[in-house]
């Protein structure tokens, strides 16, 4: 899934950059929010703004870019701790184990030697 979401950004990239080659030469105009009303004409006119349109794509791009980012960095950084905090814990409980497992041979060779000693007991008394 991760391979396939890759080559769709990739692709998707390259399209972009093709559809800015094309329009290298090609402008835009733009209508702001700001009308101002003639009273003498009687008529409201936009302020308009011109731009390059391989400009104004690689802007949109890096915008959206950006904004891409700054959605799933909170998420990614989540999946780190929780990611760390998991690691922690197995550690924490292969030590334990660790300990229990050496706890456990311990006892075992001192009922050993218990086990022999009262055998000896045993064998010498009678």
């Not at 890759?6 to 800015?20: D, E, R, T």
């Not at 308009?48 to 870019?65: C, D, E, H, Q």
């Not at 780190?80 to 814990?89: D, G, H, P, Q, S």
């Not at 050496?102 to 007991?121: G, M, N, P, R, W």
Request: charged share 20%; with cysteine; aromatic share 12%.
């Amino acid at each position: 899934m991760r391979l396939i979401l890759q080559i769709i950004s990739f692709i998707a990239l390259f399209a972009v950059i093709y559809v800015v080659i094309l329009n290298g030469s090609d402008t835009l105009t733009l209508q702001l929010w700001a009308p101002r009303y003639d009273e003498v004409a009687q008529t409201v006119y936009h302020t308009t703004k011109t731009f390059n349109l391989a400009f104004y794509t690689l802007g949109v791009l890096g915008v959206g870019l950006f904004v891409g980012v700054c959605a799933v960095v909170p998420f990614y950084l989540a999946q780190t701790e929780k990611l760390f905090a998991y690691k922690r814990e197995l550690e924490k409980s292969s030590v334990k184990t660790d300990s229990s497992t050496s706890q456990v041979k311990v006892l075992q060779a001192k009922v050993e030697v218990l086990e022999k000693a009262l055998k000896d007991a045993l064998n010498n008394r009678y």
